[in-house]
């Protein structure tokens, strides 16, 4: 199967690099890994918990270049790290007005688990822009179709 493709893989990186997370950190950067195994490795980083894969996957959740399920798994992960750092990884995408709807409920949900009061506030104006945005973009739809 794929994943067991994909734990093969891993392996012999870990063995080459001697680091599980530096294994894969490595499959999740590499632009000619395809999505799947993309999305997999940062499952994988989120398990394995290591502050050391906070700015990688930081960094490809914000990453517009990147795949939509790439992107939200990275949200994933960080929540799954569960640090400090992580946390404010996850913040930083919810105030980002750029921010794909589906990375914003992603980071939200995920800090609705971890976070604090305030941060749970921030994660709920972040999805309330979400659905302003998915309303404005349905009415400009309906008007072009009329």
């Given amino acids: 199967t794929r994943e ?3 734990r093969w893989r891993v392996q ?4 080459k690099q001697g680091s599980k ?3 894969f950190r490595k499959a999740f950067q590499e632009p000619e890994k395809d999505s799947w195994t993309r999305v997999q490795a940062a499952r994988a980083l989120g398990k394995i918990g290591s502050e050391k894969a906070v700015a990688v996957l930081d960094a490809a959740s914000k990453d517009p270049a990147r795949d939509i399920s790439t992107r939200v798994q990275a ?3 960080l929540g799954k790290i569960g640090s400090k750092k992580a946390e ?3 913040e ?3 105030t980002d007005p ?8 992603q980071a939200a949900d ?3 688990e971890i976070g604090s009061k305030a941060v749970f506030a921030k994660a709920v104006r972040a999805l309330n822009r979400v659905l302003k945005r998915a309303a404005t973009d349905t009415l400009t739809w309906v008007q072009a179709a009329e």
Avoid at 12 to 15: D, K, M, S, T
Avoid at 98 to 105: N, P, R
């Fill in 88 to 90: 404010a990884a996850l």
């Fill in 110 to 112: 995920v800090l609705r």
């Fill in 98 to 105: 750029a921010a794909d709807s589906w990375v914003l409920v």
């Fill in 21 to 23: 997370v530096e294994a």
């Fill in 12 to 15: 012999v990186e870990v063995l």
């Fill in 4 to 6: 067991e493709a994909l």
């Fill in 75 to 77: 949200a994933s992960a």
């Fill in 92 to 94: 930083n995408v919810l």
